[in-house]
């Protein structure tokens, strides 16, 4: 009777059955993995890579600081920039998961920032600062591990 299990044909079954088991499984795996962009309009930004060029050329002359403390954030950006500056945010993108991404307006001042990242996952993220002064655009960014 073990003989007629182990027939060469029963082994060659056996093995195409298995295959077909665990290629059943990459399919699976392969339809429900979260694939993300790194924005929705990708393609529209990219019509404006020579303006995102030379704004991170204007962001580079200046010194943009991010750092991790006890209770959250702490954002420097140059006092001559922060005084009279426009369209200011600061985006925290998470390359493993958009759903963690954040976006926040800041406003003109001393440019010290205080951001509370309590909620969020502890994960590495790309601070994006991008703000406008005197018509000029200024972006910068840093990364940063909670």
């Given at each position: 009777m073990a003989?007629?299990?182990?027939?060469?044909?029963?082994?060659i079954?056996?093995?195409?059955f298995?295959?077909?088991?665990f290629?059943?499984?990459l399919?699976y795996?392969c339809?429900?993995q979260?694939?993300d962009?790194?924005s929705a309009?990708y393609?529209?930004k990219?019509?404006?890579?020579?303006?995102?060029?030379?704004a991170?050329?204007?962001g580079?002359?200046?010194l943009?600081?991010?750092?991790?403390?006890?209770?959250?954030?702490?954002?420097k950006?140059?006092?001559?920039?922060?005084?009279?500056m426009q369209d200011?945010t600061?985006?925290f993108?998470c390359?493993?998961?958009?759903?963690?991404d954040?976006v926040l307006?800041?406003v003109e001042g001393?440019?010290?920032?205080t951001?509370?990242?309590?909620?969020w996952?502890?994960?590495s993220y790309i601070?994006?600062?991008?703000l406008?002064?005197?018509?000029k655009?200024?972006?910068?960014e840093?990364?940063?591990t909670?």
């Open positions: 003989n007629k299990l182990t027939h060469s044909g029963n082994v079954m056996a093995g195409f298995m295959m077909l088991l290629m059943s499984f399919v795996k339809m429900t979260r694939t962009m790194v309009n393609y529209e990219e019509l404006h890579f020579q303006d995102n060029i030379d991170k050329r204007n580079d002359a200046y943009f600081e991010v750092k991790v403390n006890h209770s959250g954030l702490d954002v950006i140059p006092v001559e920039l922060a005084a009279k200011a600061i985006s993108y390359a493993a998961d958009s759903r963690n954040k307006k800041l001393n440019g010290i920032y951001i509370s990242t309590k909620g996952k502890h994960m601070a994006k600062i991008s406008v002064n005197n018509g655009t200024y972006y910068k840093i990364p940063v909670i």
